[in-house]
């Protein structure tokens, strides 16, 4: 029985946008689950919002128990958010819910992709001793937090059982790709994996 596809990986690197085309592609059978706004609903405020009143801590607390949830189900394709898989504790909560792909991204596309969101700058700040840089000058506190944290990060995300550069390839192209990796016979569940495979320039890396 085929299990769950969960996309990790930084905040900007595509997740969402790449997961929802990839369950468009696989059909009927799998859906797109994208785990901020189920919590949101679940919360009933948003992630601002609830990290401002109870606190980061809390809010991974619901993360993990809301993968507790999805490891109940099958044939989901789900764009986690750019935390889960980013401690051990996490990971290993992701890691039961399914199969992890890591959606690498170049630092580049990711700050670019932020800049561009309207909504960044209500987003919390990762970093909060600067806090007052990210209201101040966006783009240079998104300098100094993009990089800071995905080398916080990069550890447990090398640890997904695929790697997917993104480097140089359009969405669509990586949901393709997302959903092969998710019709490949024996693809069936949480596990670490190993090998190779290159073609038109992208590069899926296994554990």
């Known amino acids: 029985m085929m299990g769950n596809i969960l996309l990790v990986g930084a905040r900007a690197s595509g997740k969402s946008a790449v997961g929802r085309r990839a369950a468009q592609q696989l059909g009927s059978g799998w859906r797109f689950l994208e785990m901020d706004q189920a919590l949101v609903e679940r919360l009933g405020m948003s992630i601002p919002q609830f990290f401002a009143t109870r606190g980061e801590a809390a809010f991974r607390e619901a993360e993990r128990a809301l993968l507790g949830e999805i490891a109940r189900g099958d044939h989901q394709i789900v764009a986690c958010g750019g935390g889960v898989a980013g401690t051990a504790e996490s990971l290993a909560a992701a890691r039961a819910a399914g199969t992890l792909v890591w959606l690498d991204a170049p630092v580049a596309d990711l700050i670019a992709r932020r800049l561009a969101d309207p909504d960044e700058g209500a ?20 300098h100094v937090e993009v990089p800071t944290i995905l080398e916080r990060r990069r550890a447990c995300y090398a640890q997904a059982d695929y790697t997917i550069a993104t480097a140089g390839l359009e969405l669509d192209r990586v949901a393709q790709i997302v959903a092969c990796l998710a019709s490949c016979e024996g693809l069936t569940g949480p596990g670490r994996r190993a090998a190779s495979a290159r073609g038109r320039g992208q590069g899926i890396r296994r554990r």
């Not at 987003?123 to 998104?142: F, G, H, N, V």
């Open 123 to 142: 987003r919390p700040a990762l970093l909060a001793s600067l806090a007052a840089l990210k209201a101040q000058d966006l783009e240079a506190y998104l």
